[in-house]
């Protein structure tokens, strides 16, 4: 059955890990079944003109403002399309804003006859410790939904505490893209992206993703003047909310590339890298999932990270290659026991790599198109994503 999809979501070029995890899964999708009708209902904030994702054969039409309560966009445009199967929200609060409106919309439509079902990913879910009561009471109208997608155990879990049906919760995990890029000239690669391969010094240790205050940096940099070992670090991403020039000194084996980079050129710097350093600090109150990680596994190298709930899989699948947050001590030791015992890292991270693997784009498209057949003939999906249930 070929199946009419809406996304609403942010897209690029809007710089967002939302908008890049949505075109990923419609580019796997439309790879798997290319016969899948995909349609983005896209923020406007990069243009109020509806246009093409040529290679995703893809069309995304901005109809809704960031943080906005109404969307009448999201049904006018639907109605513009004549309807779909499935309305499937990439939910974010920092795209949605701590309002149930766009969960409301989705209902509006299937009531209308807009869509058969609506479903939700809920990418960051609140705690109740949170004590954020107005996003908390907002988030139990996703219950409402059809169905309502999380990547985590933790997230799940924490969703059936509150007091959601467990029968419409599905964990999904993140998916995951095999690096394309391996094998590249290291040179090259790191010419591409801007760096002077005869500025960088031993093993590369490599920390993309945005730049948030959360990211622990500045954990990172203390770990780094606490050890000798011969080894250049590359901090790369976009500074939100942080004032990189506040960080401790960065000069001498340390590289800063403080600028967006795409999700390409991500790729790039993980496969030119050794090591990837994920030193995050904990988010009281909210429950997530890294897509820096998914896209740094699929490199294959060893992981470095902390234990909070955004690496949760890195932690169920290399425990030894975490330390507690905004430990800089002991995240020194790591670093050097990685850099000291290379080979024996990367044969540890075994079980990783094999889930890595076992993520891959067209597997996690071909378990959330499943779910869409099963919620639309009423029965229950038992066979979603069977070896990770």
């Known amino acids: 059955m070929a199946l009419k999809i809406a996304f609403i979501s942010r897209y690029p070029p809007v710089h967002c890990g939302v908008g890049e995890y949505t075109r990923m899964l419609a580019l796997a999708m439309r790879t798997i079944s290319p016969s899948t009708d995909i349609y983005v209902i896209a923020s406007r904030e990069a243009t109020r ?3 093409n994702d040529n290679e995703a054969s893809i069309t995304i039409i901005p ?3 960031r943080g906005e309560s109404g969307y009448s966009g999201v049904i006018e445009t639907l109605e513009d399309v004549g309807g779909v199967d499935v309305i499937h929200i990439q939910h974010e609060y920092g795209i949605f804003g701590r309002n149930p409106g766009v969960f409301r919309a989705a209902l509006r439509a299937v009531k209308e006859g807009l869509a058969s079902i609506a479903l939700v990913t809920l990418h960051t879910v609140y705690h109740r410790t949170s004590k954020d009561e107005e996003t908390l009471e907002a988030q139990k109208e996703a219950s409402l939904l059809h169905g309502v997608i999380v990547h985590s155990f933790l997230q799940e879990f924490e969703l059936q505490t509150q007091g959601f049906n ?6 999904i995990p993140h998916g995951t893209l095999i690096n394309p890029y391996l094998g590249h000239p290291r040179e090259k690669l790191l010419e591409r992206l801007g760096l002077d391969p005869a500025d960088i010094e031993g093993i590369i240790l490599a920390t993309p993703g945005f730049l948030r205050p959360d990211k622990g940096l500045e954990v990172l940099l203390s ?3 606490l050890t000798d070992r011969n080894f250049t670090l590359i901090v790369a991403g976009e500074p ?10 960065m000069r001498g084996r340390v590289k800063v590339l403080d600028r967006y980079l795409s999700g390409d050129e991500i790729l790039m710097l993980a496969a030119a890298s050794d090591v990837v350093v994920l030193p995050y600090k904990d988010r009281p109150g909210k429950y ?3 897509g820096i990680l998914h896209l740094s596994m699929g490199s294959l190298k060893p992981l470095v990270g902390t234990r909070v709930p955004r690496l949760i899989e890195l932690y169920q699948y290399a ?6 947050p905004r430990s800089p001590e002991l995240l020194a030791a790591r670093i050097e026991w990685v850099v000291d015992n290379y080979e024996l890292a990367s044969a540890y991270s075994s079980q990783l790599f094999a889930y890595a693997a076992e993520t891959q784009w067209p597997r996690i498209a071909r378990a959330h198109l499943d779910l869409y057949r099963g919620l639309l003939e009423e029965r229950w999906p038992l066979d979603l994503f069977p070896s990770l249930l």
Do not use: E, H, M, R
């Not at 939100?240 to 000194?249: F, H, K, M, Q, R």
């Open 240 to 249: 939100v909310g942080i004032d990189v020039a506040s960080l401790p000194s």
């Open 223 to 225: 770990a780094i003047a």
């Open 288 to 290: 997530s999932v890294s």
């Open 319 to 324: 425990p030894n290659l975490t330390v507690p």
């Open 166 to 171: 467990l029968s419409k919760i599905f964990k």
């Open 63 to 65: 109809s809704f403002d």
């Open 49 to 51: 003109k509806k246009y």
